[in-house]
């Protein structure tokens, strides 16, 4: 059996309550207002609840739903082909199995191969201090 850890029960002071609070209610408050402009906007959408008797604005109205509309479908095909994404296998495939490099023999140096060795880089350049260049004092 597992022992389970008691949990602490944790003191917090004044200042940190009602810090914790105000975080907390303002969080509330906000995801409040969005569920309720998205159930006033989904209001707005049914036929027989908004009426807009102007031309001009009622082909504005169209345009925004339009677009909205088509926002939203852009944004579900990406969802789905994102969700799809893990489940796709490459395009090409190694042929064969994997080879693993064989280990240095036990009297060989290790190198890195992706480092190129000593002998293979050009000398480090000097610094200006170490040529003999003139203060500047």
């Excluded at 944790?10 to 209610?25: G, M, N, P, Q, Y």
């Excluded at 504005?60 to 082909?81: M, S």
């Excluded at 280990?103 to 992706?114: H, Q």
């Amino acid at each position: 059996m597992e022992k389970q850890i008691a949990p602490r029960v944790a003191k917090l002071d004044d200042a940190t309550r009602e810090s914790i609070r105000r975080v907390l209610t303002e969080k509330l408050v906000q995801e409040t207002m969005k569920a309720l402009r998205a159930r006033t906007a989904q209001e707005a959408l049914q036929p027989s609840i908004l009426e807009i008797r102007d031309p001009e604005m009622k082909k504005q109205f169209e345009a925004r739903v339009a677009e909205h509309a088509a926002q939203q479908k852009e944004a579900d095909e990406a969802r789905q082909q994102k969700a799809l994404r893990p489940f796709v296998l490459p395009a090409t495939r190694p042929k064969g199995p994997a080879t693993v490099p064989s280990p240095a023999p036990a009297g060989a140096p290790a190198t890195n191969p992706t480092k190129p060795e000593a002998r293979d880089r050009p000398p480090a350049t000097k610094s200006g201090a170490a040529t003999g260049a003139p203060d500047s004092k």
